[in-house]
């Protein structure tokens, strides 16, 4: 998924976005598992939120995604807060990096934008070869019910001084699959310029993921809803669901 455009302005649309909720999350579950981690690959890394806070809390992060004009913004962000993370641009779909990390994230739905089965199989596949034995991988993806109940043939849309949005999410012929429809009005001097994406995302049965993670070697050990600590999910009233696993 590269977002083009939209890299420009993602921060501002996402500053209530709770990123340090992926990072306490991160921390509670390596705890919990009693992993020993150091290095961290962050794969579809963005503007890099996620891996510049992990950075600061002392781990070496190494952020990935496919969309160069995100990774510029994630530089530039990691320079001015002096945070230490390599930026690497390249599809996760189709990942090669020869290091071995002790963990492999991957959050915001970074998953659901692979809508095509086969290459989520590949993407775990990738992230379990590329973590240490007994290393961990965690991701997240949005619910079938979040897909379903709330985005599915839903209109939303912003109105502020310097940027606008109107949001179609138009369901797919598949199954919990919808195309994002958005265009942006951006302030731009005394004018605003107009710009379109189009984003589409796809989720999958909790016991779908589960199959294809143990089919690459993962233990899945634990799953969780909306941040929680507590292992449990529903699948029609939790919106995002956390897997923890473990080579």
């Given at each position: 998924m590269s977002y083009g455009r939209f890299a420009e302005i993602y921060d501002q649309?996402?500053?209530?976005?709770?990123?340090?909720?992926?990072?306490?999350?991160?921390?509670s579950s390596i705890r919990s598992?009693?992993?020993?981690?150091?290095?961290i690959l962050d794969l579809g890394a963005g503007t890099g939120e996620i891996s510049i806070r992990l950075a600061k809390e002392g781990y070496s992060v190494t952020g990935v995604d496919l969309s160069e004009d995100m990774l510029a913004v994630a530089n530039r962000k990691s320079t001015e807060q002096k945070a230490s993370v390599e930026w690497i641009k390249?599809?996760?779909?189709?990942?090669?990096?020869p290091i071995r990390y002790d963990m492999v994230i991957s959050y915001c739905d970074v998953i659901n934008y692979i809508t095509d089965e086969q290459q989520i199989q590949k993407t775990f596949q990738l992230a379990y070869d590329a973590v240490k034995p007994g290393g961990l991988f965690l991701f997240d993806v949005h619910s079938t019910g979040y897909i379903d109940g709330y985005l599915s043939g839903q209109t939303f849309g912003t109105v502020t001084d310097d940027?606008?949005?109107?949001?179609?999410?138009?369901?797919?012929?598949?199954?919990?699959?919808v195309t994002h429809d958005?265009?942006?009005f951006v302030k731009k001097d005394?004018?605003?310029?107009?710009?379109?994406?189009?984003?589409?995302?796809?989720?999958f049965p909790v016991s779908t993921y589960?199959?294809?993670?143990?089919d690459c070697g993962f233990d899945v050990l634990g799953i969780h809803s909306d941040f929680s600590q507590e292992a449990g999910y529903d699948e029609q009233e939790n919106d995002r669901i956390f897997f923890i696993c473990k080579k």
């Open positions: 649309l996402m500053e209530e976005v709770p990123y340090q909720d992926w990072v306490s999350f991160t921390q598992t009693g992993a020993k981690v150091n290095r390249q599809d996760i779909t189709s990942l090669d990096i940027i606008s949005y109107i949001w179609f999410c138009d369901e797919n012929e598949e199954d919990y699959s958005l265009t942006f005394d004018l605003y310029e107009r710009f379109d994406e189009y984003h589409n995302q796809r989720t589960v199959a294809w993670l143990q």
